[in-house]
């Protein structure tokens, strides 16, 4: 017996896979928002704490880009119970999503951070700005420039991480499509379709990012590359 | 923590270790592979994409959608995907040729655009000079182009590697006996999680640790030339 392809069957569950896609973009905006919190704060230690401290944020960046963010979610959401933690999936891939974006982010803030020139700053007090007026014509503008296109990026590397926590149940886009896999049996359908929107919601973020950082921070950034 | 201690002898039994060890060899060779196929394929798209006739023009623009869908598929999605249009097409039921072939297809896509944005980085009057010394298209790119641009190329490529190795954890979810399948399987068997998966991240951590320390290295020896 072949199989054939039918679309109809799946078309009406297409608005709960989209409210899906939706989920998960919550999940992608926190979990960007608060890794490049700690990454900045992590990017921080890293360029001007003491030595211990420095050692100690280098350790976490690198064991946590040199394992899967998979793994560590899975050491989070059953690892912890056993000490007493019980997260609900969601938090628990949230946190695993932050502590593994801000490691990544630590490694971009940082190259930010080092391609702002002294000389640069000794320009900015000659002119006698004040601190506030020195980070905001001085150094956020540098930065930013050469921190968006790495940053934005990450958010796509990221937008897709989020199908991962389809796995721990969370009713993502990808959780949805199992959902209706498992109603429906009408597999290559539902995931070709869930591959469609994820390429649709990525593509609307590349060109979003491309015209926030072509106005507002000068960064080029190649819509189809 | 007393469980764990008295834990730790039978779950580091000779067999334990034994099929943690073939588990990560699974997930190396994955990686490898997919690594290596990506490789090669990946630089022949970028070499199409590169050709300036106009005969080329639909190959050209298949590759760019190929690379661009690629690029915006969840690993997991199109690992999905590829599972079960092999099996709707009574492919195979290798799962590991399965997850091989989806390695393959991601890594492609994604090597082609590393590689790419190698070529580009040679600038365009070496072509021209190229031209004017009358070298073929194929001999241009072999002793003129590449030579310069697999400098740029080699330091991505190696991240590249290194994510594939976190990324082939997502294969657990079909089946494929990898590592972190395998400490899915030991965790069933009902040892202690936070044992299990500590111990499959720091086997991660081993296998991927070397390989970005040599990434960096070279990244940094080609920096300074």
Redesign the interface.
Known sequence: MG?TLIYSQVTEYIPYLLAGAWISLQIVILAFSAGMFFGLILASIRTFGNLTLRRTVIFYV??F????????I??LF??L???GILLSPFVAVLIGMTLNAAAYMCEIQRAGFLSIRQNELDAARTMSFSIVQQVRFVILPHIMKVLFPPLSNHY?LMT?????A??FGVEEL?GR?FNINAETFR??EI??I??LV??II??IATLLLAIIGKYFFKAKIRI?? | MDRLIQELPSFLSIWNIIFLLKAMGVTFLLSLIGCLVGFSLGTLLAIFRKTKSALLIPLRILIVIYTEIFRRIPFLVSLLLIFYIFQIGKITDSLFIIAIVTVCLIATAFISEIVRSGLESVSQTQWDAAKAMNFSYYETLKEVIFPQAWKVIFPPAFSFFILFIKDTALASQIGVMELTFAGKVLNNKGFSPILVFGTVLILYFILSFPLDRFGKYMERKYATN
């Open positions: 199989y690198t064991f880009t040199n394992t899967p963010q998979l793994v560590q899975y050491f059953f690892a119970p056993e000490i796509i897709l991480g989020t199908s991962m389809a796995i990808t499509a597999s290559v995931f070709s869930t591959a994820y390429i990525t593509f189809i590359q």
